[in-house]
């Protein structure tokens, strides 16, 4: 599955930004979504993930309460929104895909688990 990043920027502390991520193929519904993020100098750090179907999700707690994750299966695609944004969220954000993930199972914080990435789109947010 190829998956493409998209709709990061520029934004001031307080701030939100909406960033997608669309995949290819037919079978979209049977994977496991993630986001990651890496911040200069550091390794890269989960963010959050969404169930295949949409139905269960999980959070860092860095980013609990801020950011949501969804999907739409119909559409191939993945988005996080992100509010309430703070200068340490500044990265370059991932989404990933899980593409062995079973419909029942939570979905996944471990990158390990991650099969599947996108190129990945920047986002800065400035105090």
């Known amino acids: 599955v190829q998956l493409q990043a998209s709709g990061g920027g520029l934004v001031q502390a307080g701030g939100s930004l909406r960033i997608s991520c669309a995949a290819s193929g037919r079978t979209f519904s049977r994977y496991a979504m993630g986001w990651f993020r890496q911040a200069p100098g550091k390794d890269l750090e989960f963010v959050t993930a969404i169930s295949r179907s949409g139905g269960s999700t999980v959070y860092a707690d860095s980013v609990k309460g801020r950011f949501t994750i969804s999907r739409d299966n119909a559409k191939n695609m993945v988005y996080l929104q992100m509010t309430n944004l703070k200068p340490e969220d500044t990265a370059v954000y991932y989404c990933?895909?899980?593409?062995?993930?079973?419909?029942?199972?939570?979905?996944?914080?471990?990158?390990?688990?991650?099969?599947?990435w996108g190129q990945g789109t920047q986002v800065t947010v400035s105090s």
């Open positions: 990933a895909a899980h593409t062995r993930a079973i419909l029942s199972q939570p979905p996944s914080q471990r990158r390990a688990m991650y099969d599947s």
